[in-house]
C-alpha cells in the first residue's frame, strides 16, 4: 500500500507538471504562423551577421587570370595568359584580432536577446489583449446589470411622479443615467471589436477558446537577474568595451604575410633561360598609421564604453522602481477587493432582508431585484480587479526569460 501510495503521489506530480509545461507551450504558441516565421527570419540573420562580422579579420584569397594581347612584334600577335592565386593576411593586430572576435559575440548576444525581449513583449500583448476581453466581457454584464437597476428606478420614480411625490427632475435625472449607462454599453461593445481585431494582427488563434495563465508576483531578484532589458544592456556595454579595444588596437603595428602563386606564359621578346613560368613570392609586411584624429577616436569609443555602462546602472535602478511601482498597484487593487468583498457582504444581507420585506408585503419585488443585482455588481468588481492584477503582473513577466 505504501509502493501504491508514492506511485499516485508520483503521477500526480507528473500530470501537474505536464499541464504546466502545456500551459507554457500554448502561451508561446499564441503567435500567429506569420509572427513566428518573422523572428525566425531575425534570429537567422543575427547569427548569419554575426559569422560575418566575426571572421571579418580574415582577408578574401584572391584568384586572377588574365589574358594580353601584345602588337609589339611586327606582323605577329604574341598571347600571354597568367592565373595567380594571393592572399594579404594580417595575423597580428596589437590585440585586435582577439577582441574583434569577442567583439562579433557581444554584438550576436546583444541582438539575440533583443530580438528574444521583442517576441517576449509581443507574446505578452496578446496576452494582454485576452486578459482585456475577459474584462470587457465582465463589464458587459456589469452594466447590463446597471441597466436593468436604472430601468426599475426610472418605473419607481415615475410612479412617484405621478403620485406627486417627488419631482421631475428626479425621473429626468434616472432616466438620464439610463442613457448613459447604455452609452457606455455600446462603447464596451465597440472597444471590443477593437480589441479582437488587434488579436488577430498577432495571433490566428480563437481567442475565446484559449486559457488565460494565473500570474503570481514573482520575486524581486528573479525579477531583475532574469530580466532581458538589464541582459541586453549588458552585452551592449561589453560590445562598446571591446569596440573601444579595437579602436586603440587599430592605431598600433599589424604584422601580416603576403603569399602569391603565379602561373603564366613567358612572353617570347623576354624569355631566357632560368625563368620559370611558374613561382611563388611571399613575405611579411609591418605597418602602422599615423593618425591626427587617433586620440579623438580612441577617446570617443571610450566614451561610448562609459556611456553603456551607465546605462547599465540606469537599467537597474528602473527594474527596481517598476517592480515597487507594480507592487505598491497590487496593494492598491487588493484594497480594492477587499472593499468589493465587504460590499457583497452588505449587499447579501440587505438581499435577504428585502426578499423577507417584500414576502411580508412591506417591499416590493423591484427593491428586491435591486439588492440582487447590486450585489452581483459588486461580485463582478471583484473578478474585474482579479483581471487587473493580472494585467499588472503580466507586464514584468514578459520581460522576464521562460517566465510565460
Known amino acids: 500500500m505504501k509502493d501504491l501510495n508514492v506511485l499516485n503521489k508520483f503521477l500526480i506530480l507528473c500530470s501537474l507538471l505536464f499541464v504546466s509545461a502545456g500551459q507554457a507551450d500554448e502561451l508561446s504558441d499564441i503567435l500567429s504562423n506569420n509572427k513566428k516565421i518573422l523572428f525566425d527570419y531575425q534570429f537567422q540573420s543575427n547569427t548569419a551577421q554575426s559569422d560575418i562580422l566575426e571572421n571579418s579579420w580574415i582577408n578574401p584569397i584572391i584568384l586572377q587570370y588574365r589574358k594580353s594581347y601584345s602588337k609589339q612584334f611586327t606582323n605577329q600577335t604574341v598571347q600571354t595568359g597568367s592565373f595567380t592565386v594571393g592572399i594579404d593576411q594580417p595575423i597580428f593586430r596589437s590585440g585586435g584580432i582577439y577582441y574583434a572576435i569577442k567583439y562579433a559575440k557581444a554584438i550576436r548576444g546583444a541582438n539575440a536577446v533583443d530580438i528574444k525581449l521583442k517576441k517576449r513583449k509581443t507574446i505578452g500583448d496578446a496576452v494582454k489583449l485576452l486578459f482585456e476581453m475577459k474584462k470587457m466581457k465582465l463589464e458587459k454584464k456589469k452594466l447590463a446589470l446597471l441597466i436593468k437597476n436604472d430601468t426599475i428606478d426610472i418605473r419607481q420614480k415615475r410612479e412617484s411622479y405621478e403620485a406627486g411625490l417627488i419631482d421631475s427632475s428626479f425621473l429626468d435625472q434616472s432616466i438620464l443615467k439610463k442613457n448613459k449607462d447604455e ?49 541586453r544592456d549588458k552585452l551592449r556595454a561589453r560590445e562598446k568595451g571591446y569596440n573601444s579595444k579595437i579602436t586603440w588596437a587599430k592605431y598600433l603595428p599589424t604584422v601580416a604575410v603576403q603569399a602569391r602563386y603565379t602561373d603564366e606564359d613567358l612572353n617570347p621578346l623576354f624569355a631566357r633561360p632560368g625563368i620559370e613560368e611558374r613561382y611563388f613570392t611571399y613575405g611579411f609586411s609591418i605597418s602602422m598609421p599615423l593618425n591626427i584624429n587617433m586620440f579623438s577616436d580612441i577617446e570617443a569609443s571610450k566614451v561610448e564604453h562609459l556611456k553603456a555602462q551607465t546605462e547599465v546602472i540606469e537599467r537597474k535602478h528602473m527594474i527596481d522602481e517598476e517592480y515597487r511601482l507594480v507592487k505598491q498597484k497590487l496593494r492598491i487593487i487588493d484594497k480594492k477587493i477587499a472593499l468589493a468583498k465587504k460590499d457583497a457582504t452588505l449587499y447579501k444581507r440587505l438581499y435577504r432582508t428585502t426578499k423577507n420585506l417584500a414576502l411580508a408585503g412591506e417591499k416590493t419585488s423591484y427593491d428586491t431585484a435591486l439588492m440582487r443585482n447590486s450585489l452581483e455588481v459588486r461580485k463582478l468588481d471583484q473578478k474585474i480587479y482579479v483581471i487587473d492584477k493580472q494585467i499588472e503582473l503580466l507586464s514584468l513577466y514578459s520581460k522576464v526569460e521562460n517566465a510565460i
Do not use: C, Q, V, W
Not at 495571433?203 to 532574469?226: H, V
Open 183 to 231: 452609452t457606455k454599453l455600446l462603447e464596451i461593445e465597440t472597444s471590443m471589436m477593437s480589441l479582437e481585431h488587434s488579436f488577430a494582427l498577432l495571433s490566428d488563434k480563437n481567442p475565446r477558446t484559449l486559457k488565460l495563465p494565473r500570474l503570481k508576483l514573482i520575486s524581486a531578484e528573479r525579477y531583475k537577474g532574469k530580466n532581458l532589458e538589464l541582459a
